[in-house]
């Protein structure tokens, strides 16, 4: 079955600077990949998706890549505020069920 | 908050005793998933169903069962509580080929 892997666990940058997510998986046959965010006690969220026909897609300060080849995918989040400091999640799947979660990255934004 | 509410939120039950969790939906979704979010393992699928009538597996099921009687209601049953079952739990619905929208978490202690 379908492995997700996420790096970095922990990631801690300055108000202002870009941060970086990045996910492997294993199954050639995914093709639809998720972020979700999830602030202390409470629900994921999704904050921007990619299917696999696509390489990359852009919402405001958030952009998520996809590497078919090379099975990986990112995110990427300009412009760091203190709001997006928070734990993200990163999964694949294939048609969107199912969903194999990555084991999550706490960002950390510092004034 | 995508129409999806989860009850009880928290819950104390002992070691031994069955308990029963419900998620229900005003959205008409076909599918619904439950998750268990545990530190270090992200979200883990439990179960999740296709229909009324109509589930299957997910990774890690051992231990629980689950219903779906009408297309609003997912029911999600711990036969026999363990302390192993401590967890968050999350219930997230979603049409065919569609993005997953999470409920608010259910909180599960078992002593």
């Known amino acids: ?111 | 908050d995508a129409g999806i509410t989860q009850s009880p939120r928290h819950k104390v039950t002992e070691t031994g005793t069955p308990v029963t969790l419900r998620c229900h939906q005003t959205e008409n979704h076909r599918y619904m998933y439950w998750y268990r979010q545990d530190p270090g393992h992200g979200l883990r699928l439990i179960h999740y169903s296709y229909g009324v009538k109509d589930t299957d597996k997910g990774e890690v099921s051992d231990g629980y069962s689950v219903s779906r009687s009408k297309t609003e209601d997912f029911l999600l049953t711990l036969e026999s509580a363990t302390s192993s079952q401590t967890s968050v739990y999350f219930c997230a619905i979603g049409g065919q080929g569609e993005t997953q929208y999470f409920g608010p978490g259910t909180r599960l202690l078992v002593l």
């Not at chain 1, 996420?6 to 046959?29: F, M, N, W």
């Not at chain 1, 696999?52 to 996809?66: P, W, Y």
């Not at chain 1, 505020?81 to 969107?96: I, L, M, N, R, T």
């Open chain 1, 1 to 111: 079955g379908e492995n997700v892997e996420q790096h970095p666990s922990t990631l801690s940058v300055q108000e202002g600077d870009s941060a970086v997510i990045k996910c492997t998986y294993s199954d050639s046959a995914s093709n639809y990949f998720p972020w979700y965010k999830q602030e202390l006690g409470k629900r994921p969220q999704l904050i921007i998706d990619i299917r696999s026909n696509v390489g990359e897609k852009k919402d405001q300060r958030i952009a998520v890549t996809l590497n078919k080849t090379a099975k990986h995918f990112s995110l990427h989040i300009t412009e760091t505020q203190p709001e997006d400091s928070a734990v993200y999640f990163c999964a694949a799947s294939k048609g969107a069920q199912k969903l194999v979660f990555g084991q999550g990255t706490r960002l950390t934004i510092n004034p």
